[in-house]
């Protein structure tokens, strides 16, 4: 559906809003069974997070899944109905920006993360198909992601994916990394119509040979891909998270996902006792950078286990495979400045629709033209949203909270706007650590220093707690390791910092403290999704999620973050994950 003025859909402004928060209030009712008692649960040491003069050892967790009290013990003795246990606690921790479904299809296709070359591919690929072997039929097609031509020192092409007699025939379709180019075999080629010249927003590689589509022109592929049924859908989403669990997240934003994708969602929530995680779900309409209210009226709604309220838009591509969208051409790309998926003026006027209809908007936005573009786009819209103009920054921290998701590249006249207008920065830690080794050869020094990867910064320009998160499973999910990546500007697999001084953080001036960081994915993603003082905070009225770990987080060594083990973890007052 293409974007329009807002009169042509015959759907007045008035009427989209009456139907946001009808649909709000239906879905106000919790989607899991609550608890049929209170329980008093005590620890070695509890860091709430909440300011208090307090140093809690004890908490209360009523029948609805909620804090009810925190409390020290009188005389230190604990009370007799508590649950004593060693251990200390943190609060449950959030991902501003993962993917659950594409992270439990992840878990169930070929994992090509850190594949040094093509024979790699290859042999992951057999191993796979031989443990599944009905994979790679017209009705199952082999998927994967995880490749990077960086280590292939060029695109890969069709043909390589049938020269081995073992894939011959095969249908397979394999996303590069960062999911903005998918690689796919012979026989998904001719699948195909004669393909396009070009492709408005995306490209088409045909240079060493076809089979890599990027950005928009994946839509030429997507849609003939055999979907899994909802049943083998479920036991992806359940699969993604246990496996969140387990590394301590007790919530996530999913940062886009279609109208059919959520009403899965909430039939699963709303029955399934292993929906563990709670979800902030950002619709992206089924084409996207488009205003589908009808598809938003049907999905939209706030619960203690999925809300939906925000929309996902997308202004560039990725920086891997030079589609970021950049103001100057790319130092090692003289000939190209990226992709924008939506010209500036378009994209102001979808987020003007949705957020007059009452959305909360999040824009993709990775290169410095793309994010120029989107804090364009949110300047205009404040315009129509605030009434005083000397307070805009306000009105968006109260009522909107527009966000720009990645803020990888910005100019330092932009970050200075985003500063004024309180745009909120959506930060993953490790794309910094993972883009390191390409970094400097993509933007060149000047950009690099001045306009990339931004952490400390974005303090200064955002006075809420930066929402971090790992983009997940572009990259693993384990918030630790972002942690690890903020604070030591390292490699979290490896230990690793700068490419040219191993033993160094890279741009180091740019490290979060780890207070820092555990609040960027604990009280940032909650400000993020209009949680404050529900999530990410252990206090009186706040959600009963918390995370168990075997020393105090503060008292860690840094290094040590990279491959700690969470003990134990609760959502709302129920033990979702055990060490074993």
Same mark, same amino acid.
């Given at each position: 559906?293409?974007?329009?003025?807002?009169?042509? +859909?015959g759907?007045?402004?008035c009427?989209l #809003?009456? #139907?946001?928060?009808l649909?709000?209030?239906?879905?106000?009712?919790?989607?899991?069974?609550?608890?049929?008692?209170?329980?008093t649960?005590?620890?070695?040491?509890?860091?709430?997070?909440?300011?208090?003069?307090?140093?809690?050892?004890?908490?209360?967790?009523?029948?609805?899944g909620?804090?009810?009290?925190?409390?020290?013990?009188?005389?230190?003795?604990?009370?007799?109905?508590?649950?004593s246990?060693?251990?200390? $606690?943190?609060?449950?921790?959030?991902?501003? %920006?993962?993917?659950?479904?594409?992270?439990?299809?992840?878990?169930?296709?070929?994992?090509?993360?850190?594949?040094?070359s093509?024979?790699?591919?290859?042999?992951?690929?057999?191993?796979?198909?031989?443990?599944?072997?009905?994979?790679?039929?017209?009705?199952?097609?082999?998927?994967?992601?995880?490749?990077?031509?960086?280590?292939?020192?060029?695109?890969?092409?069709?043909?390589?994916?049938?020269?081995?007699?073992?894939?011959?025939?095969?249908? @397979?379709?394999?996303?590069?990394?960062?999911?903005?180019?998918t690689?796919?075999?012979?026989?998904?080629?001719?699948?195909?119509?004669?393909?396009?010249? *070009? $492709?408005?927003?995306?490209?088409i590689?045909?240079?060493?040979?076809?089979? $890599?589509?990027?950005?928009?022109a994946?839509?030429?592929?997507?849609?003939?891909?055999?979907?899994?049924?909802?049943?083998?859908?479920?036991?992806?989403?359940?699969?993604?998270?246990?496996?969140?669990?387990?590394?301590?997240?007790?919530?996530?934003?999913? &940062?886009?996902e279609?109208?059919?994708?959520?009403?899965?969602?909430?039939?699963?929530?709303?029955?399934?006792?292993?929906?563990?995680?709670?979800?902030?779900?950002?619709?992206?309409?089924?084409?996207?950078?488009?205003?589908?209210?009808?598809?938003?009226?049907?999905?939209?709604?706030?619960?203690d286990?999925?809300?939906?309220?925000?929309?996902?838009?997308?202004?560039?591509?990725?920086?891997?495979?030079?589609?970021?969208?950049?103001l100057d051409?790319?130092?090692? %790309?003289?000939d *190209?400045?990226?992709?924008?998926?939506?010209?500036?003026?378009?994209?102001?006027?979808?987020?003007?629709?949705?957020?007059?209809?009452?959305?909360?908007?999040n824009?993709?936005?990775?290169?410095?033209?793309?994010?120029?573009?989107? @804090?364009?786009?949110? !300047?205009?819209?404040?315009?129509?949203l605030?009434?005083?103009?000397?307070?805009?920054?306000?009105?968006?921290?109260?009522?909107?909270r527009?966000?720009?998701?990645?803020?990888?590249?910005?100019?330092?006249?932009?970050?200075?706007?985003?500063s004024?207008?309180?745009? &909120?920065?959506?930060?993953?830690? *490790?794309?910094?650590?993972?883009?390191?080794?390409?970094?400097?050869?993509?933007?060149?020094?000047?950009?690099?220093?001045?306009?990339?990867?931004?952490?400390? !910064?974005?303090?200064?320009? %955002?006075? &809420?707690?930066?929402?971090?998160?790992?983009?997940f499973?572009?990259?693993?999910?384990?918030?630790?390791?972002?942690?690890?990546?903020?604070?030591?500007?390292?490699?979290?697999? *490896?230990?690793?910092?700068?490419?040219?001084?191993?033993?160094?953080?890279?741009?180091?001036?740019? #490290?979060?403290?780890?207070d820092?960081?555990?609040?960027?994915f604990?009280?940032?993603?909650? +400000?993020?999704?209009f949680l404050?003082?529900? #999530?990410?905070?252990?206090?009186?009225?706040?959600?009963?999620? +918390?995370?168990?770990?075997?020393?105090?987080?503060?008292?860690t060594?840094?290094? !040590?973050?990279?491959s700690l083990? $969470?003990?134990?973890?609760?959502?709302?007052?129920?033990?979702?994950?055990?060490?074993?």
């Amino acid at each position: 559906m293409p974007s329009s003025p807002l009169l042509r +859909w015959g759907l007045p402004i008035c009427i989209l #809003a009456i #139907a946001f928060v009808l649909a709000i209030r239906q879905q106000q009712q919790p989607l899991q069974q609550p608890l049929t008692t209170s329980a008093t649960h005590c620890y070695t040491s509890v860091r709430t997070l909440w300011p208090t003069n307090d140093s809690p050892k004890c908490f209360t967790v009523s029948s609805d899944g909620s804090f009810s009290d925190v409390f020290t013990p009188k005389d230190g003795e604990v009370p007799e109905d508590a649950v004593s246990s060693e251990g200390h $606690v943190i609060p449950g921790l959030w991902d501003g %920006h993962g993917h659950l479904r594409q992270y439990g299809e992840f878990l169930h296709s070929v994992d090509l993360f850190g594949s040094s070359s093509l024979e790699e591919v290859m042999v992951r690929v057999k191993k796979y198909i031989a443990e599944n072997p009905s994979a790679g039929s017209k009705d199952e097609w082999v998927r994967g992601i995880g490749w990077d031509q960086t280590f292939f020192g060029r695109m890969p092409t069709a043909d390589e994916l049938a020269q081995d007699p073992d894939l011959k025939g095969l249908y @397979i379709m394999l996303d590069r990394i960062d999911v903005h180019c998918t690689w796919v075999s012979p026989a998904v080629l001719q699948l195909l119509p004669p393909l396009p010249p *070009t $492709v408005p927003g995306g490209e088409i590689i045909r240079e060493p040979g076809p089979g $890599v589509f990027c950005d928009n022109a994946m839509d030429l592929v997507l849609p003939l891909w055999p979907r899994p049924n909802p049943a083998a859908q479920a036991r992806q989403v359940r699969s993604a998270m246990a496996a969140l669990n387990e590394v301590g997240l007790v919530g996530m934003h999913d &940062a886009g996902e279609t109208r059919k994708n959520l009403e899965l969602y909430r039939e699963l929530a709303s029955h399934d006792e292993e929906w563990t995680v709670r979800v902030y779900g950002m619709l992206e309409c089924d084409k996207r950078n488009t205003f589908c209210p009808e598809d938003a009226a049907v999905v939209a709604g706030e619960s203690d286990f999925l809300t939906v309220r925000s929309v996902k838009l997308f202004a560039d591509g990725a920086l891997g495979s030079w589609g970021s969208a950049m103001l100057d051409p790319y130092a090692d %790309h003289p000939d *190209t400045s990226g992709t924008l998926l939506i010209n500036s003026s378009a994209l102001t006027t979808v987020t003007s629709q949705w957020s007059t209809a009452g959305y909360q908007v999040n824009i993709h936005a990775i290169g410095d033209l793309a994010n120029r573009n989107a @804090i364009s786009a949110f !300047s205009t819209a404040l315009e129509r949203l605030c009434p005083d103009p000397a307070d805009f920054a306000s009105c968006q921290r109260a009522t909107h909270r527009f966000r720009i998701e990645h803020s990888q590249i910005i100019h330092p006249e932009d970050q200075k706007l985003i500063s004024s207008l309180s745009i &909120a920065p959506s930060v993953q830690p *490790t794309h910094a650590t993972s883009d390191m080794k390409y970094a400097l050869s993509r933007l060149g020094s000047e950009r690099l220093a001045k306009s990339a990867y931004r952490m400390r !910064s974005f303090l200064h320009v %955002h006075p &809420a707690p930066l929402i971090l998160g790992s983009d997940f499973p572009v990259e693993p999910p384990n918030p630790f390791r972002g942690m690890y990546a903020a604070v030591a500007r390292r490699d979290p697999a *490896t230990g690793l910092g700068s490419p040219d001084k191993p033993d160094q953080g890279w741009h180091l001036d740019e #490290a979060l403290t780890l207070d820092e960081a555990l609040e960027g994915f604990t009280k940032g993603p909650a +400000w993020g999704a209009f949680l404050e003082d529900r #999530a990410g905070v252990i206090k009186p009225g706040a959600y009963a999620d +918390w995370v168990v770990l075997d020393e105090p987080l503060e008292k860690t060594d840094v290094e !040590s973050l990279r491959s700690l083990k $969470v003990k134990e973890t609760w959502v709302g007052g129920k033990r979702v994950y055990a060490r074993a």
